[in-house]
């Protein structure tokens, strides 16, 4: 039994032995790729949680058996990243950040975009995220959340005149029933996709289509406050079934007159 280098105090390396040591020496691999794939695999093991202090440059640069310069290059990958954050002063150090959703958000939208996701794609995926979302907002939304549902309806029923304006009153509703799903990952996963779904739906809005929109939006809102699960999945999925139809035909006849 031996206590493991921590001359910052971090509270990571206690009394331990040899097997229980969360960082082994980096030596046989690619030093700064061997720590970043650590301190990955020890917060996704759950024994790292936000805000943990990991140390210093220095005394992490000792735990791992590294260099200065190259616990600094791993350091700046993994800020870059958002896995840690920098810390200064009497009380800083290396930290493991806090989550942010909305940064998930926007790294997931910029890959959607650079990878070149295909339309039919982003629409199944629209659907799978939104029917999943309904039936838990019909069984979790709370009174506030049923305010914000008839708020963006009123949004929107004011906007439907405005292609744009309505289009981003329209997400914002849909927006509003995965919130009230209660469920982060299918908020975040509604919010990446909405920054690249956005440009699509507003080519296609009309005041027709805003306002078979606004008369969904209504019935969506009639179900989750009955509290009827599958009526709002039921309802979601046809909705968005007509929708992927109408916005697939209008790009095949956009391709064909090309």
Same mark, same amino acid.
């Given at each position: 039994?031996?206590?493991?280098?921590?001359? *910052?105090?971090?509270?990571?390396?206690?009394?331990?032995?040899?097997? *229980?040591?969360?960082?082994?020496?980096?030596?046989?691999?690619?030093?700064?790729?061997?720590?970043?794939?650590?301190?990955?695999?020890?917060?996704?093991?759950?024994?790292?949680?936000?805000?943990?202090?990991?140390?210093? *440059?220095?005394?992490l640069a000792l735990q791992f058996g590294v260099s200065r310069m190259t616990m600094r290059d791993a350091l700046r990958s993994l800020q870059a990243s958002g896995v840690i954050e920098v810390k200064v002063g009497i009380k800083g150090g290396i930290f493991v950040a806090e989550g942010n959703s909305e940064r998930l958000a926007e790294t997931i939208a910029i890959q959607l975009k650079l990878i070149g996701i295909s339309t039919e794609e982003l629409l199944d995926t629209q659907i799978a995220i939104e029917v999943m979302a309904a039936g838990l907002a019909a069984s979790n939304a709370t009174g506030a959340d049923i305010k914000a549902l008839h708020d963006a309806l009123a949004e929107a029923e004011r906007l439907v005149d405005d292609a744009e304006e309505f289009t981003w009153a329209a997400i914002n509703f849909h927006g509003c029933v995965v919130a009230a799903s209660h469920n982060r990952v299918l908020a975040a996963q509604f919010r990446a996709l909405s920054h690249v779904l956005m440009p699509l739906y507003v080519r296609g809005s009309s005041p027709d289509v805003a306002r078979r929109a606004v008369a969904f939006q209504r019935a969506l809102i009639a179900c989750i406050e009955a509290r009827e699960p599958d009526a709002a999945r039921n309802l979601v999925y046809g909705r968005l079934q007509f929708v992927k139809s109408r916005q697939l035909g209008d790009l095949a006849k956009g391709e064909a007159g090309d």
């Amino acid at each position: 039994m031996q206590k493991a280098p921590d001359a *910052e105090g971090s509270g990571l390396t206690q009394m331990v032995g040899p097997a *229980e040591r969360l960082w082994s020496s980096g030596k046989q691999t690619t030093l700064s790729a061997s720590v970043i794939d650590q301190i990955r695999t020890v917060l996704f093991a759950g024994r790292l949680a936000p805000g943990d202090r990991l140390g210093s *440059e220095a005394s992490l640069a000792l735990q791992f058996g590294v260099s200065r310069m190259t616990m600094r290059d791993a350091l700046r990958s993994l800020q870059a990243s958002g896995v840690i954050e920098v810390k200064v002063g009497i009380k800083g150090g290396i930290f493991v950040a806090e989550g942010n959703s909305e940064r998930l958000a926007e790294t997931i939208a910029i890959q959607l975009k650079l990878i070149g996701i295909s339309t039919e794609e982003l629409l199944d995926t629209q659907i799978a995220i939104e029917v999943m979302a309904a039936g838990l907002a019909a069984s979790n939304a709370t009174g506030a959340d049923i305010k914000a549902l008839h708020d963006a309806l009123a949004e929107a029923e004011r906007l439907v005149d405005d292609a744009e304006e309505f289009t981003w009153a329209a997400i914002n509703f849909h927006g509003c029933v995965v919130a009230a799903s209660h469920n982060r990952v299918l908020a975040a996963q509604f919010r990446a996709l909405s920054h690249v779904l956005m440009p699509l739906y507003v080519r296609g809005s009309s005041p027709d289509v805003a306002r078979r929109a606004v008369a969904f939006q209504r019935a969506l809102i009639a179900c989750i406050e009955a509290r009827e699960p599958d009526a709002a999945r039921n309802l979601v999925y046809g909705r968005l079934q007509f929708v992927k139809s109408r916005q697939l035909g209008d790009l095949a006849k956009g391709e064909a007159g090309d």
